[in-house]
C-alpha cells in the first residue's frame, strides 16, 4: 500500500451543511460550554445537536467512530485484472497491536471492485493478518465498463492497543451502532461513563479527602451505586471544584 496519511474525521454544519473538522476534544468543548463557531458560516455549532444529527445521518463509519476519538489512515493501492492482492495493514497503516474497527473501498474508474477473500470458516469481520483483495469486474454487472487497472482508496479505522479502559467499552457501544445492533450497545455504553465515573470519585476521596481505598470502593460499590453517583456525588463534586455541571438533557436524555 501507497500513500498513507491520516483522515481527519468531520460533521456537518446543521446551517450550511460544511464539513467541520471533529475536535480532539470534543466531549470537554461541549461541557464546558465553550462557544464553537462554523468556520464557513459563523454560525454557533451546538455540538449536543451535531452529534445526534450525525449518528441518525452520518453515511461514512469513519465519522461516527471519530466523535468517540478514533483514528482513521487512508492508503491506496492498485487491483490488476485476475490478480489477487495481498495487503498488510500492520504496522504500515496501523501501529503493531492497533485494533481495527471498519474499514472501507473506494475504487476509482478502471472497471473492477474489490472483493475481500476469506478462508473456509469465515468470521463475520476478520481484520487480522493480511487483507486478500481479488478483483471482480463491474461489467459482470454492466457490460458498458471497460476493465483495467483500477485505483483503490482504502480507509481504515483503528484505535490503539494501550487505550484507556473506559474507553473501550465506548468504542464498542458505536461499533454496535454501526453494525444496527442496538440494544448491544447498551451495556458497554453504561460500563464506559460508570467505569470512568467510578475512577473519577474513587480518585478524589482516596486522594483529596484521605480515605482508604477499601472503604471507598466498599461505598462507591455496595453504598452510592452508579445512579447514586451520576445524580447525587458528581454533582457535588462538580460544585467543590468549580468544574461544568452535566446538563439535564444529557443527564435525562
Not at 3 to 31: G, H, M, Q, S
Not at 207 to 222: K, S
Amino acid at each position: 500500500m501507497r500513500d498513507i496519511e491520516p483522515v481527519e474525521a468531520w460533521v456537518r454544519c446543521p446551517e450550511c451543511k460544511a464539513a467541520i473538522a471533529t475536535p480532539n476534544r470534543l466531549p470537554v468543548e461541549y461541557f464546558r460550554g465553550h462557544l464553537s463557531l462554523c468556520p464557513s458560516c459563523g454560525q454557533p455549532v451546538d455540538w449536543w445537536d451535531v452529534v445526534l444529527r450525525t449518528l441518525l445521518e452520518e453515511e461514512y463509519p469513519f465519522n461516527l467512530f471519530g466523535l468517540v476519538g478514533a483514528k482513521t489512515t487512508a492508503a491506496a493501492t492498485t487491483l490488476a485484472p485476475n490478480t489477487l492482492s495481498s495487503l498488510e495493514p500492520q504496522p504500515t497503516v496501523v501501529p503493531e497491536g492497533g485494533r481495527i474497527l471498519h474499514i472501507t473501498y473506494r475504487p476509482e474508474a478502471g472497471g473492477l471492485l474489490p472483493m475481500e477473500l476469506h478462508g473456509t470458516e469465515p468470521r463475520l469481520r476478520n481484520y487480522e493478518g493480511n487483507l486478500n483483495l481479488y478483483p471482480v469486474p463491474i461489467s459482470m454487472y454492466n457490460p458498458s465498463f471497460r476493465v483495467g487497472e483500477t485505483e483503490v482508496l482504502i480507509l481504515v479505522t483503528w484505535v490503539p492497543e494501550e487505550s484507556p479502559s473506559e474507553w473501550l467499552p465506548l468504542v464498542e457501544a458505536v461499533d454496535s451502532f454501526v453494525m444496527g445492533r442496538y440494544e448491544e450497545m447498551l451495556i458497554p455504553a453504561n460500563v464506559a461513563v460508570e467505569s470512568k465515573s467510578s475512577r473519577l470519585l474513587s480518585r478524589f476521596f482516596e486522594e483529596v479527602i484521605g480515605i482508604g481505598h477499601d472503604r471507598v470502593r466498599g461505598f462507591l460499590t455496595d453504598g452510592a451505586t452508579f445512579s447514586h453517583q451520576l445524580n447525587v456525588l458528581l454533582p457535588s463534586l462538580a460544585a467543590l471544584t468549580q468544574a461544568p455541571r452535566l446538563s439535564t438533557r444529557f443527564v435525562e436524555g
